[in-house]
């Protein structure tokens, strides 16, 4: 992409709105280094070297009053976040003075920066593309371990290198199928069509890699949805208390408590899980709410990506248990835990029946259930618990595949699925021996969707919707 340049020279606070230590005030176009000189004690500062930091006071050059003692970092382009000058000033994180600041450069020529408009302009100035822009939001969102490594993988370039290979190899068979058509009065053929399907064989697992890959970053960028589900009174809502640390849900021996979810999330080594306490499991039930609750539950399980079934020990078989979570799971490729509660009321003999039960692989050849044992009211068999979750999600190849390039975005799942249905069509194209300008058109098509991604291929609209959802100082 062409470099951009701009004209106007943009202002805004780019740390967190609110009294603090510290507030940090950034500039960035032709004019910031020289409007920051106006109003800057520093006589040399107009003449400083990029990449270096000066102490001094802010006034207006109308006025004696000083403003605040700052310190003022210099960027110039193109070493800057934007590759333009870039001017970041460090004051007092009082509201009055950082407004003070902002008035003061804004008298003297600067405008107050559009949402995001920091990083729209480091796109368009090349100094990243579209998907590692998208990565600076994800960055400044991450709340996990997993998914500030993904984020920063993105930034790194790391997804965009690997779209920008496809793109090249499918662009020299684009070229000769193009040639063709130029030609096509004398029905020569310059692209090896055994070539175009191997790569396309190749270029197609990649992208589906890519696309299978989106469950999986949805999971690290969203958190794991994890619902609790069970009888009433098993004891849901205290165990949700017991994992948050705090009294979110209401408790009661009275049956039904919890009558619609309860939401919440807590991150457990890393990882983001947010629970969902549900309405108690009964099929007959003469409250009309409580019946409500008890579909939404089942609605909710079907929306789940992991499913917490919780029972109380002293009530049900293990054979119960397994039927119960059999008939709330059929049709659903969905990971469960068993989780047995109250083991503090439970005899021995209870105890020893699940554990021998749920140990043994299950007569119908289905796949095992993992049990936990513990005491919610107690805040006993917690850790095990968590350690039993870390497994079940992991156990998806989640540690495996967190350096690897992963889809955390909706656009850029959406655009591989274009481009998949289009390579698709060029196979089929190859298969039943389409004409070459179906081939280009197939091909054009595809390359126009995985341009999309990185920005190489983008409309004003597009980067309006991007861009806008940034906060203003970025």
């Keep these: ?13 780019s740390t967190p709105p609110g009294a603090g230590a510290l507030a940090v005030i950034r ?3 032709p004019a910031a280094v ?7 004690s520093k006589k040399s500062f107009a003449e400083a070297a990029g990449n270096t930091l000066h102490y001094g006071t802010l006034r207006d050059p109308n006025g004696s009053e000083i403003l605040d003692e700052v310190v003022v970092g210099l960027f110039r382009a193109p070493k800057s976040f934007t590759r333009e000058d870039v001017v970041e000033i460090s004051c007092h994180g009082s509201d009055y003075v950082v407004r003070q600041v902002l008035a003061l450069l804004l008298r003297h020529g600067v405008r107050l920066a559009e949402a995001g408009e920091f990083t729209k302009r480091a796109f368009l100035s090349g100094a990243m593309d579209l998907a590692q822009a998208e990565a600076v939001a994800d960055l400044i969102a991450a709340d996990s371990a997993l998914s500030h490594k993904v984020a920063l993988n993105q930034l790194r370039g790391g ?3 690997e779209l920008r290979e496809l793109r090249a190899r499918l ?12 030609f096509g009065e004398e029905d020569v053929e310059f692209a090896d069509r055994t070539g175009l399907a191997a790569l396309l064989a190749e270029v197609r697992g990649v992208v589906r890699g890519l696309l299978r890959s989106f469950e999986l970053g949805n999971v690290i960028k969203n958190g794991i949805t994890t619902v609790i589900a069970g009888r009433p009174n098993a004891g849901k809502s205290t165990l949700l208390n017991a ?8 408790v009661s021996a009275i049956p039904g408590t919890t009558r619609d979810f309860i939401e919440d999330e807590v991150s457990i080594d890393g990882l983001r899980f947010r629970f969902v306490d549900t309405a108690g499991l ?25 499913l917490l079934y919780l029972f109380d020990l002293a009530e049900l078989t293990p054979a119960a248990v397994r039927a119960e979570i059999q008939e709330l799971t059929t049709g659903l490729q969905l990971p469960v835990l068993a989780v047995g509660n109250k083991t503090d009321l439970a005899s021995a003999e209870a105890l020893a029946a699940f554990e021998t039960a749920f140990r043994a692989s299950p007569a119908d050849h289905a796949q095992p259930i993992p049990l936990v044992l513990l005491a919610a009211a107690q805040n006993q068999g917690l850790e095990a618990l968590q350690t039993a979750l870390l497994k079940q999600v992991r156990g998806s190849a989640l540690e495996n595949n967190a350096s690897a390039t992963i889809v955390t975005n909706v656009r850029h799942a959406r655009a591989l699925e274009t481009a998949a249905a289009h390579l698709a069509a060029v196979q089929t194209g190859l298969d039943t ?5 179906l081939l280009a058109a197939d091909l054009r098509h595809a390359l126009a969707a995985l341009g999309e991604i990185t920005g190489e291929i983008s409309s004003e609209d597009l980067l309006t919707s991007i861009f806008t959802q940034f906060c203003i100082g970025k």
Excluded: P
């Design 1 to 13: 992409m062409a470099q951009t340049i701009f004209s106007d020279t943009i202002v805004a606070l």
């Design 27 to 29: 500039l960035s176009g």
């Design 34 to 40: 020289a409007i920051t000189a106006a109003v800057f």
């Design 159 to 161: 997804f965009s290198q």
């Design 171 to 182: 662009i020299k068979f684009a070229a000769l199928l193009e040639l063709e058509l130029d």
């Design 243 to 250: 994992l948050l640390r705090e009294e979110r849900a209401i």
């Design 282 to 306: 009964r099929d007959n039930t003469a409250d009309e709410v409580e019946a409500i609750g008890v579909a939404r539950t089942r609605e909710r399980v079907r929306q789940a990506s992991l």
């Design 433 to 437: 021996g389409f004409g070459t300008e």
